[in-house]
């Protein structure tokens, strides 16, 4: 039995190019693409806006539906990555026989003790990928769009990036065999820019924000220049998008396919937030989760808060703004998936909060304090905003709680400018001198 079903629906004069409708095994169960607003189909293929609405589009699927026990079984039998979720994902069956970094089932980390430091009784823990390949979340969502680059013939990788994501397409478009040309704005962390370069391929830094980033590669995309290039979170968007599904297939089979009753999710652009409600309702759908309320909390830094601003004023729309701030990575001042993620937090009960600089390095303190997990400020941020969401008695302390560290603290060192305890001479009564055992 399947859900879902496709139309043919022509989409562009390009369509003798593009794998057919109906469910084309070039990337599994996906069969279309369709408009988060008005919700017309069209052929999978690397376009990104509806051309009816403009609307944003997002991969629809014929799901392997009325065998729940039996997909359990499929998905536990399968590689330890994101791939034993192949069956859910835009990627041909043998994905995992292809040259990808493989991504994905990162620690779900149950965190007791920054638990009894925050109160929360109801069981708390980190996902924390900071364990993916190139250290964040990133590689999960760049795995995807590689198949999607694949299966469409780009030979050249590209993104706009607020760091982790130029490492990420870098080192997967080595690994994958791909050229790659990815663009950052230039002020960003030496972490992000050495781990960005290292791998080889061109790294671009523009004089300007993530925006002014984001909207150069737009303007790119219409170009001969980036003829044959697959941006990742652009012409890509959609499969991309659907990395981000899988951070909710995993929480819920390492919980023992069980819902968290809450989750803090970061928010950049808000992709990530919203593909990992969409990846909750399917588990739903598909009989593999029992079905009860789940709530969504999104976590933005004060010094780019747009989201969190619309959501406390009771707006639907999210007014631009000119991020600063040390969450480098979560600063995109005009969030694409804004008004989704909205949405998303009112339906779900959850909220959007902001916490400060201050904060952030109080929180990756924390945490690195309580559980031996250095978060990059990112991380910082979703412990500051669990913090703050519970003083303020809006998450429930008594409930399951699951908060996403996405990146690495080895990336932003300089957001916790820190030393040892004391630099002594290499002899036991400097050491006693100094005061510091016990
Ligand atoms: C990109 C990123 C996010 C979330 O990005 P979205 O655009 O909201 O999907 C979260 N944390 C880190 C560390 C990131 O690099």
Redesign the pocket.
Known sequence: MAVQVTESTPSSPKDSDRPRPGGTPILGPAVALSCRECGQRFDLGPIFACQECFGPLEVAYELPAGDPEGLKKRIAAGPDNIWRYAPLLPVPADVADKPNLNPGFTKLVKADRLAAELGVTGGLYVKD?SGNPTH???DR?VAIAVEAARAFGFTTLSCSS????AGAVGAAARRAGFKSCVFIPHDLEAGKVVMAAVYGGDLVGIEGNYDDVNRFCSELIGDPLGEGWGFV?VNLRPYY?EG?KTLAYEICEQLGWRLPDQLV???????????IDKGLKELIALGLVEDRPYKIFGAQAEGCSPVSAAFKAGHDVVRPQKPNTIAK??A?GN???GPYVLDIARRTGGAVEDVDDEQIVDAIRLLARTEGIFA????GVTVGVTRKLIEDGVLDPSLTTVV?N??DGLKTLDAVASGPTATIRPDLDAFRTAGLAG
């Open positions: 990928d964040s979340f990133k969502v607020t760091g982790n994501l979170n998008g981000s999710i970061p928010i950049a652009s808000g992709s990530q937030l919203t593909k990575s979560l995109i969030p694409a998936d990059e400020t990112a991380g996403l996405t990146g």
